[in-house]
């Protein structure tokens, strides 16, 4: 029987994940916590509820629906005592507007794989295909492995959105699959690494020698470095020294680029819809003046293989 | 001039003064184009004058009361009405409806109005009154009662513009020309007694004369103003204009400039009765004139592309096409592809120039078109595609010889060039409003399945449909009579040969009957939610719904919302999309039956070029949760703020409805500038897209860059200098977004961006 995949988002026509045009699917639940994460709704691995006042009317049906008693409805909005609510979503169902929505969706392979190639007609055009992110999405590598094996069977071109943060098991089931990496490195320093995301590096960077090695011999897969610049975490010059040093060092000719991203604050609303609190949410952007320092610092190691992408603030 | 796009082709002070002039009388609010109230735009029929609302005259009303759609016009307003109006003969002599009355007002429109010529031009003529504004305009009661009936049913429609005219004809015979067939084909007629033919070419040659006549005026006072001059580069040009106009008053024009200054002369006098067509292929009639004058050393390819931006300038906004095919098959893009459009970037602004792309175009022509519609931001050109429209033609039925030489003609039309007279435009079919009288006989006769009840919606459609029938055909018994469009039928092919006019019955090789629907969306999103909540989930009844939009769904917000909350059309859904091939294919087979008096049959555009703005009110809130103050989905692009799933996925449900088969339907892409930082080529995006979606059978695409905050900042603060600027594609054409009547300008911001993409 097949397996299914918990997946949280679908985004079609992405062009920002990955080569050309790209149809990305957001698998749900991830090991990091990084302090800025900007897909909060991706952590947890099971589905959940979310209200999102924008939609809501007021209209109560939801806490009139509930069948233990789990939500209550006041000038905040509408809170759910997760203790006692036992998941019936009856709130989603009978919500006449959508304000009550369930984020995360079971799919098995075959039918995901379907509504990953319903633009299957301007892939081609653009060069694109599918990429698979997260969360983190080699936290469900069976499910992303059968996935990605049918999507290949169909001639796709596959990326993968990865942490790094896995067994290597699960990366070596993968690989055979995926056209492109989109490998995530975010600190050298352990410690650093350690308090910003909530785990250690070290299977993130052994995972990534094992990658590029194999893909020595392999001369159609591709690997991209992301690196996302966080204001006070990330985006500091010795840091992007470091990885530099690690790229280098590590048969930098098999890495095709190495993106810089930079911050966004526009994760803010979604912190405030699932009530956390963000440590970034009044960051503001970085300008493009430290943007360009830390582009240019990443040259010194890679040359002609660094780019930057993401907001700046005009100042 | 201000430059603010950058473009590898600068205008010379004299282009960057005649752009200024050009500019400024848009902007000014001298270049409108009116309308008599929001019922012609949504059902394309004001009830009151028979085409768009006269700017002055008897016809014309008061400014409170009728609606600005943009500054797209060839007109110039000069502030005043037509002096001589009271003259015209229908005046005096009386009014008769008769081509040769017709012919007889404007031949004598003609000769007066002036000849002008202006300081740094090169290419002249223009106008300031048309002939509806000193001619009446009307059907008879027979025809305008009828009319009215359709109104009340959901149709209407309108007999004029977008067809074209093949100017080849012209080019290769001049005026002098044309008027040796008229006179050829008056003597044949009169040799085999045929009155009605006789009386019509007789009509023909006061037309043709007064035109003759018009162009030597130009001459005359090109000559004038040349004595006059003392500067000498200005005498220069004045001397160019005379020698231009009198070879176009005496015989066929010989040179890539005289070339170009006959089209603008054939616009000028076809236009100014009243309304204006497609003009063609515009690299197609002028390469053997530019390859002859470059290879004889009397033309540059600079000098090509200044007459072109002139051409431009001087019609304020020019419906020609580039690219296509030939008749072979083969690329038909050559020089004149490239310096026409090069003539447009090098000016920038609002135009209604199209691209028409196939699979074998010269790939780096298109990557340049894409890159000018990008960079410039005003939907100038317009992508379509070339194999879809030519099968269009096919599919109707249109010899190969005919359909081959199709082209874009503007807003959503094209055109087999000189053999088809589709009555194009403004014929509408409110879908809307059959939808809502099944709802009343559905509730009446307590339905209560969904197939029951879209027989009914069927029958409904059929009412509408064969009423609008009976109405055009009213109308096409007197059209030949009431505004007959003789100059443009000196340009079609055999028309002149049958001395019959191309409005008349047997007069254009091709004459199907157009029909804009609109609000197929709106109906879509509504069917399926009545499907789903109404008649699968029974969570309501039809009595239910009849109140609630009845009631514009006050007191019934959960009930909306619920309605709000299924499957809507253009997010490639595959429940609601079988909804949309359901509807689309009614449509189809309902008018594929219906057939004009003409022989042909009536052929559906799942597009309607700004009904949707204005009917709301009118229709009144609908089942798919929409208020009664909202505007309606924009032709086939799904309602306003529905497109949850990006841009890729509106197109997969539009493509899901085979365009060939239909008359039209153009996607709508609006994007933020800000899509396009850090691109390094900011063309790209379209061009991919647009390949993809037209291999796939998509017919045309209509693409604006526009920042949405500047929008919005624009419709409060019209005055401020800042936006005066700003040139949105409204639908099939461009304008000056704050030129626009307030309405429109609402409903564009309106739209969705697809900002995310």
């Known amino acids: ?315 | 001039m201000k430059q603010k796009v950058v473009s590898d082709f600068i205008a010379t002070p004299r282009i960057a003064r005649l752009w200024k002039r050009s500019t400024d009388l848009s902007k000014g609010g001298k270049r409108n184009v009116l309308v008599d109230n929001p019922e012609f735009l949504v059902y394309h029929w004001s009830g009151h004058s028979a085409g768009f609302s006269p700017a002055t005259g008897e016809m014309a009303l008061e400014d409170s009361e009728r609606i600005n759609v943009g500054d797209h016009n060839c007109r110039v307003d000069i502030g005043t009405a037509y002096p001589y109006a009271k003259e015209m003969p229908s005046k005096v002599e009386g009014f008769e409806y008769s081509a040769f009355n017709w012919a007889k007002d404007y031949a004598f429109f003609l000769d007066h109005s002036p000849a002008e010529v202006y300081p740094d031009e090169i290419i002249c003529s223009e106008f300031h009154w048309q002939l509806d504004e000193a001619r009446k305009f009307v059907y008879p009661p027979e025809v305008t009662d009828l009319g009215f009936e359709l109104r009340q049913l959901g149709a209407g429609g309108t007999s004029l513009a977008h067809t074209c005219p093949d100017l080849s004809i012209g080019l290769n015979k001049g005026w002098t020309g044309l008027l040796s067939d008229v006179k050829a084909s008056l003597e044949k007629w009169k040799a085999l007694g045929n009155e009605e033919r006789i009386n019509y070419l007789q009509a023909q040659v006061l037309v043709v004369e007064a035109i003759i006549r018009f162009t030597r005026r130009h001459a005359d006072k090109a000559t004038e103003l040349a004595g006059k001059e003392t500067d000498q580069a200005q005498k220069i040009l004045y001397q160019k204009i005379a020698v231009n106009m009198l070879q176009l008053a005496t015989g066929k024009p010989e040179t890539f400039e005289q070339a170009v200054q006959f089209i603008q002369l054939f616009q000028v006098v076809e236009r100014i009765n009243g309304h204006g067509n497609g003009y063609g292929r515009l690299d197609q009639l002028l390469i053997d004139f530019y390859r002859k004058d470059i290879a004889d050393g009397t033309l540059t390819k600079e000098e090509a592309r200044n007459l072109l931006a002139e051409l431009y300038l001087k019609y304020g906004g020019n419906y020609f096409s580039f690219g296509g095919r030939n008749e072979d098959g083969s690329d038909a893009t050559n020089e004149v592809s490239w310096v026409g459009l090069e003539a447009y970037d090098m000016l920038g602004g609002y135009n209604h120039l199209g691209v028409m792309w196939h699979p074998d175009m010269n790939p780096a022509y298109y990557t340049y078109a894409c890159d000018v519609v990008t960079r410039h931001g005003c939907g100038v050109p317009t992508l379509v595609s070339y194999d879809v429209m030519r099968d269009s033609e096919l599919y109707s039925g249109y010899r190969y010889e005919d359909a081959w030489n199709v082209s874009y003609s503007g807003c959503q039309w094209y055109c087999a060039v000189g053999s088809e007279y589709s009555d194009h435009d403004l014929n509408c079919l409110v879908l809307i409003t059959p939808m809502l009288r099944a709802i009343d006989v559905a509730e009446k006769e307590s339905i209560n399945d969904f197939e029951t009840f879209w027989q009914i919606y069927e029958q409904e459609v059929e009412k509408t449909a064969a009423a609008l029938v009976h109405f055009k055909n009213k109308v096409y018994e007197w059209q030949s009579r009431v505004w007959p469009e003789m100059v443009t039928t000196l340009c079609m092919k055999d028309a002149i040969e049958k001395g019959l006019d191309i409005t008349a019955i047997g007069g254009a090789r091709n004459a199907y009957t157009s029909v804009n629907v609109l609000g197929v969306p709106n109906v879509v999103d509504s069917l399926y939610a009545i499907k789903r909540v109404i008649f699968e989930e029974k969570k309501y009844t039809l009595s239910n719904l009849k109140k609630a939009i009845a009631n514009n769904w006050e007191g019934d917000e959960i009930f909306r919302q619920i309605m709000l909350k299924q499957e809507k059309f253009g997010n490639d859904f595959d429940g609601v999309d079988a909804i949309h091939i359901r509807v689309a294919d009614n449509i189809l087979k309902t008018f594929a039956t219906k057939r004009n008096i003409k022989g042909f049959n009536f052929r559906p555009s799942l597009f309607q070029y700004m009904g949707h703005t204005y009917a709301g009110p009118m229709l009144g809130a609908t089942p798919d949760g929409r208020l009664a103050q909202e505007p309606v989905a924009h032709g086939c692009n799904p309602m306003h703020g529905r497109n949850t799933e990006g841009i890729t996925a509106t197109a997969k449900s539009l493509l899901k409805v085979p365009f060939h088969k239909y008359q039209g339907g153009s996607l709508q892409i609006e994007l933020q500038p800000k899509f396009f930082d850090g691109r390094e080529r900011k063309g790209e995006f379209i061009e991919k897209f647009s390949k993809a979606y037209m291999k796939n059978g998509g017919i045309q695409i209509n693409f604006n860059v526009i920042d949405l905050e500047k929008l919005k900042q624009a419709v409060e603060e019209p005055e401020n200098p800042e936006y005066a600027d700003i040139v949105v594609k409204v639908t099939g054409y461009s304008a000056h977004f704050v030129v626009m009547d307030k309405e429109f300008q609402k409903e564009f911001v309106a739209r969705v961006n697809y900002e995310a993409v």
């Open chain 1, 1 to 315: 029987m097949s397996k299914t995949g918990l997946v949280f988002d679908i985004h079609r026509g992405t062009t920002h994940d990955g080569p050309g045009m790209r149809t990305t699917i957001f698998m749900k639940g991830c090991p990091l916590h990084c302090e800025w994460c900007h897909n909060p709704e991706s952590l947890s691995r099971e589905p959940e509820t979310q209200w999102i006042s924008r939609k809501c009317i007021g209209c109560n049906i939801c806490v009139e629906s509930c069948v233990s008693h789990a939500l209550t409805f006041d000038e905040t909005g509408a809170t759910i005592n997760t203790t006692t609510c036992e998941h019936c979503r009856q709130c989603v169902k009978n919500c006449p507007t959508g304000a009550q929505t369930l984020i995360g969706k079971y799919w098995t392979a075959e039918e995901l794989v379907k509504e990953a190639c319903k633009d299957s007609l301007f892939f081609g055009e653009f060069e694109g295909g599918v990429t698979v992110s997260g969360g983190e999405p080699l936290l469900q590598y069976e499910f992303v492995h059968e996935f990605l094996q049918l999507l290949k069977q169909k001639g796709e071109n596959t990326a993968l959105d990865t942490s790094g943060f896995s067994s290597p098991k699960a990366l070596e089931v993968v690989y055979p699959y995926v056209d492109i990496f989109l490998y995530d490195i975010k600190f050298i320093d352990r410690e650093l690494h350690q308090k910003h995301t909530g785990v250690d590096n070290n299977q993130i960077l052994k995972n990534f020698q094992w990658l590029v090695q194999k893909s020595k011999n392999d001369t159609n897969k591709r690997i991209r470095i992301r690196t996302p610049l966080i204001p006070g975490a990330t985006a500091m010059v010795e840091n992007i020294q470091q990885i530099g040093e690690f790229l280098r060092n590590n048969l930098a000719d098999e890495i095709e680029c190495w993106e810089l991203c930079a911050f966004n604050n526009v994760s803010r609303d979604k912190y405030a819809r699932m009530r956390l609190d963000w440590l970034y949410s009044s960051t503001p952007l970085m300008s493009e003046k430290e943007i360009d320092t830390l582009r240019k610092t990443a040259q010194i190691y890679l040359p002609q293989k660094v780019l930057s992408t993401g907001l700046s603030a005009k100042f």
